[in-house]
């Protein structure tokens, strides 16, 4: 069916779907404590007030590449009064949409509650460098840029699929069972939050989707998390693409083509041509990354091969060392 009205007002058009989905969410989410996640038992006092004992790198039960992802992840969920603001000033206060913002906003408080209370307990961060990024990021605040409701819908719902994945991957790699339960717990949210956006985005590309597509070429090809102002963040992105945390080949496999195949952007036949240009600059950023996932993957298993050997010829101290 072709759709001639291609700038409708999405936020009151899709307001039906977004009560629905509401509702939905509301009914499939699980309620949870933070403070049951945390291993209160391996806590100790630190120095300061309390006169207790100094965090020491050694005390970290992390791996360093994990330290990073951690690090990242909390700190973009400790910039959660700038999304607040972001998205309430973008969906508005009222309706369904604002009962969604609060709602998203009040779930989203528990993960920097209990990833921080997890990362204090058992000593994974300094605690001293771990506030003074945090005071440095949240001051800095956030602003996405979108250009339009469509293109925030578009950022969101890949944005949250990606967050999912940052956390259930850096969980998996943690090498600490609670650590481990937690950041999945963490990423559950993380998936049904990317399940409401995607399914709103289903609805709105109905309603006018050359417009869609397009935000979402826009959003796909110029994609960047949204603590990349983190201080640091190129050289700790950087370090968790080598561990696999979070790269190319994530980005690819588990985040855009599971979106893209649920929303048929690449197979929808309803598109005029704005929208079959937009679909065919995704169709060849996908292919660069596919690429250049290919290319890190081959490094990767390159350098994972000289370690092997270098700790065959040299024992574990030279094993150590090329870590």
């Known amino acids: 069916m072709p759709h001639a009205q291609e700038h409708v007002d999405l936020l009151s058009e899709l307001e039906p779907a977004v009560?629905?989905?509401?509702?939905?969410?509301?009914?499939?989410?699980?309620?949870?404590?933070?403070?049951?996640?945390?291993?209160?038992?391996?806590?100790?006092?630190?120095?300061?007030?309390?006169?207790?004992?100094?965090?020491?790198?050694?005390?970290?039960?992390?791996?360093?590449?994990?330290?990073?992802?951690?690090?990242?992840?909390l700190l973009t969920e400790d910039n959660l009064p700038s999304y607040h603001f972001e998205i309430a000033s973008r969906f508005g206060r009222e309706t369904a949409w604002g009962t969604w913002v609060h709602r998203w906003t009040a779930e989203e408080g528990r993960h920097s509650d209990a990833l921080r209370a997890y990362l204090h307990a058992v000593r994974g961060l300094d605690p001293v460098a771990l506030e003074r990024a945090r005071m440095s990021h949240v001051s800095n605040g956030y602003d996405s840029?979108?250009?339009?409701?469509?293109?925030?819908?578009?950022?969101?719902?890949?944005?949250e699929l990606a967050t999912r994945e940052a956390h259930r991957n850096a969980g998996r790699m943690c090498g600490e069972?609670?650590?481990?339960?937690?950041?999945?717990?963490?990423?559950?949210?993380?998936?049904?939050?990317?399940?409401f956006y995607r399914n709103i985005c289903a609805h709105a590309l109905e309603l006018t989707p050359n417009h869609m597509v397009r935000a979402f070429a826009d959003v796909i090809c110029n994609f960047r998390?949204?603590?990349?102002?983190?201080?640091?963040?190129?050289?700790?992105?950087?370090?968790?693409?080598?561990?696999?945390?979070?790269?190319?080949?994530?980005?690819?496999?588990?985040?855009?083509?599971?979106?893209?195949?649920?929303?048929?952007?690449?197979?929808?036949?309803?598109?005029?041509?704005?929208?079959?240009?937009?679909?065919?600059?995704?169709?060849?950023?996908?292919?660069?990354?596919?690429?250049?996932?290919?290319?890190?993957?081959?490094?990767?298993?390159?350098?994972?091969?000289?370690?092997?050997?270098?700790?065959?010829?040299?024992?574990?101290?030279?094993?150590?060392?090329?870590?």
């Open 177 to 195: 069972a609670q650590g481990t339960r937690l950041m999945n717990r963490i990423a559950a949210d993380e998936n049904l939050h990317m399940l």
């Open 225 to 323: 998390m949204p603590g990349h102002g983190i201080p640091g963040f190129r050289g700790r992105a950087a370090r968790i693409a080598v561990a696999g945390i979070y790269d190319l080949v994530v980005h690819h496999d588990n985040v855009l083509m599971p979106l893209l195949q649920a929303l048929y952007i690449m197979d929808r036949g309803d598109l005029g041509p704005a929208g079959e240009e937009a679909r065919e600059r995704v169709g060849r950023h996908l292919e660069r990354l596919r690429d250049q996932g290919q290319r890190l993957e081959e490094l990767r298993r390159q350098r994972e091969e000289s370690h092997r050997h270098r700790s065959g010829g040299h024992g574990g101290g030279a094993h150590a060392a090329a870590r």
């Open 145 to 159: 840029g979108m250009p339009s409701v469509a293109h925030a819908l578009a950022y969101v719902t890949v944005q």
């Open 19 to 73: 009560a629905r989905q509401v509702d939905r969410h509301i009914a499939t989410s699980r309620e949870w404590f933070p403070h049951q996640y945390i291993p209160w038992s391996s806590a100790q006092d630190f120095d300061g007030p309390l006169d207790g004992e100094p965090w020491r790198p050694e005390q970290s039960p992390l791996p360093p590449t994990v330290r990073d992802a951690l690090l990242i992840n």
